[in-house]
């Protein structure tokens, strides 16, 4: 009996060495962030900054695989049931892991028990553009020129659950309008049709619409936040345009399986949240119209659950329901 209990103390002792010193070799090979957009979208663009800059610090290559579709539904359950072993992550945002527990009624997997949160980025405003040519300078001339239209004008969106779609319905509830919503498989198909003409509206991330808007190709009308952005100050709030109270905010962040070791997740997170605070990074994502955060897993699980417990309420009074 005695021999056993050493025999057993003596495995023990070797697992946790050979599992401490795994963990001490972290990462062994190239890690993927899966980004559930298409390329050139926010959540895209930002986790292609990070998985650069994460090469370096950590001395193994991390690469950006794009995975859209179902308003980050589809890249999210590919994570959600990967190996928890650190080497496959996802940018989450708003909508991907926010609004989408509370559009859908059944998802392949569970937002908060299937995923652990690593580190929030960024977060930024949305912006309200149009196509140069719709006439409509500022929100109320588009709120009286759509109510003059009703069920005539359409609304893009990265896709149905997506940042965009809620924004933009929250949007015609305050504003009594009727838009018909016509979602994208990501932003950047879905502005490319507004910049043509093909569809009316679109409420979006800044990273992608700012370059457009400097460039002329669309008209911006309001951003979502309580504050004006640095990066457009003439350009107003949704809220000081007539719609008091409207707010919503943009966040992208780094989630990883569930089960993933904490010494895992705590090492990335110190390093991303090092990346995200760092003056170049900073720069780089004010340059998008983001702001930089660089979170503790803590810091962004309770964000997680905040817009969950917000968006759910929204989605039964205005009757949203994906699926």
């Known amino acids: 009996m005695f021999r056993k209990v ?5 495995l023990g002792a070797c697992f946790a060495c050979a599992s401490a010193g795994a963990a001490d070799t972290y990462p062994s090979r190239p890690i993927r962030i899966v980004a559930p957009s298409t390329p050139g979208d926010a959540p895209d663009t930002i986790a292609r900054l990070i998985a650069e800059r994460l090469s370096s610090s950590l001395g193994q290559q991390v690469f950006v695989e794009n995975h859209p579709g179902a308003g980050g539904v589809v890249g999210s359950d ?3 049931k990967a190996p928890p072993d650190g080497y496959t992550l996802i940018i989450g945002n708003a909508g991907s892991h926010g609004i989408n527990a509370a559009v859908y009624s059944k998802l392949p997997y569970d937002i908060q028990r299937d995923f652990a949160p690593v580190c929030q980025i960024a977060i ?16 109320q001339q588009f709120i009286a020129y759509a109510k003059a239209r009703p069920g005539m004008m359409n609304y893009a969106s990265g896709g149905n659950g997506s940042s965009a779609h809620m924004s933009m319905e929250l949007f015609k509830s305050m504003a009594g309008v009727d838009l018909l919503h016509v979602p994208y498989k990501g932003s950047s198909p879905a502005l490319t049709d507004v910049i043509a003409g093909q569809v009316s509206v679109m409420i979006v991330n800044m990273p992608p619409a700012v370059p457009l808007v400097k460039a002329g190709k669309l008209k911006a009308l309001a951003v979502t936040t309580r504050n004006r952005s640095p990066l457009l100050p003439e350009v107003p709030t949704v809220a000081e345009s007539g719609l008091p109270g409207y707010e ?3 966040w992208f962040g780094i989630l990883a399986p569930a089960a993933t070791p ?14 995200a605070r760092s003056p170049a990074m900073r720069e780089r994502l004010t340059s ?6 660089g979170s503790t897993p803590e810091e962004f699980a309770a964000v997680i659950a905040r817009d969950i417990a ?3 309420p929204l989605a039964k009074t205005v009757g949203i329901k994906v699926d």
């Open 6 to 10: 050493i025999r057993g103390l003596i």
């Open 288 to 293: 998008l119209g983001a702001e930089a955060v």
């Open 262 to 275: 904490r010494d895992i997740v705590n090492r990335l997170s110190t390093e991303i949240a090092k990346i």
């Open 310 to 312: 917000k968006w759910t």
């Open 78 to 80: 590919i994570v959600a």
């Open 248 to 250: 919503t905010v943009a």
């Open 124 to 139: 930024a405003p949305n912006i309200m553009v149009v196509n140069p040519e719709l006439p409509a300078a500022n929100v």
